[in-house]
């Protein structure tokens, strides 16, 4: 695996991580297999993806509970990263609502601590901005815990360039979490500075969640294939007739992946690690087979025809959320 910095603390990670959220929630719940998970981020860990991504929400804490049972024996070889700051009210509901409060902050580390049986979290994000907090407030609180050992590294996650600044104002800036794929590019919006711009101009790392836009880009999806409780099931971007509409994005990619001899998922993530230095997609998956598959994008290597061909991609119909 080649590696990549992490921000600005001196140490290398693998240019590709492991988003573990599937593992709990959101995505085909009926599938979901504790053992199994265990063994891909192991697996992961084997194969050089060290970063490994979670965060108190996703299904109530299990999620962090999951990956401190399969890091355990191995601390020193992962990079842990949680988030706080999206307050879980019901499970099945997924009825939620933010609080960035230190207090709440206080109670969410020590919380995250003991499920991920760690003594210290790597790498801690806001997950999401509360605009009832200022931001001051809840980053010089992260800060304290920076200070105080608890905390090693601090990041935000899908905050604007903006807000990034006035944190990195106050204490630096690690990492910034948000989405960006093929057919999610906000990030890359020039004309509101772009958060990866302003992460390579700080030495910040930009940690692209959804790099396979939440699988479809893989080309392996089908309209209608989700049950109930998946979160595709009434995502926009996925009901049939967008699902349809947007083939001809997959179509291209699949031209290029041809190309290459690889996999539309290895191409989609190679566009992505192209597209700055200090970006490290966290493709997430529970399967060993599709882990393999998304490390292995690391050696991948567009041309200038697949990067011409991918930019002429049709806009997405239906919103990302």
Known sequence: MRL?????????IGSIGLGCMGMSWLYQ??????????????????????????????GAGHNETLLGRAIAGRREEAVVATKFGIVLEDLQL???HRDNSPAYLRKAVEASLRRLNIDVIDLYYVHRIDPAVPLAETWGAMAELVERGTVR???LSEATVAQAREAHAI????????????????ALDDVSGGMVGWCESVGASFIPFAPLGRGFLSGTLRAGQ???????????????????ANQRIVDVIREVADRRSVTPAQVAIA???????????????K????????????EVTLTEEDFADLDTLPAPVGSRY
Do not use: C
Not at 4 to 12: A, C, D, E, F, V
């Open 4 to 12: 990549r910095s992490l921000g600005n603390t001196g140490i290398k």
């Open 29 to 58: 719940e009926s599938s979901r297999d504790d053992e199994r998970s265990v063994r891909v981020i192991n697996e992961a860990l084997d194969l050089g993806g060290n970063l490994l991504d979670t965060a108190d929400l996703y």
């Open 94 to 96: 997924r009825a939620a």
């Open 153 to 155: 590294w601090i990041g």
């Open 171 to 186: 204490h630096p800036v690690t990492a910034v979490q948000s989405e960006l794929s093929l057919w999610t590019r906000d």
């Open 226 to 244: 989700f049950e109930g409780s998946d979160f595709r099931a009434a995502n926009p971007r996925f009901g049939r007739a967008a699902m349809e």
């Open 271 to 285: 566009w992505t690690l192209a597209q700055g230095e200090r970006v490290v997609p966290i493709p997430g998956t």
């Open 287 to 298: 399967n060993s087979r599709y882990l393999r598959e998304n490390l292995a994008a690391a």
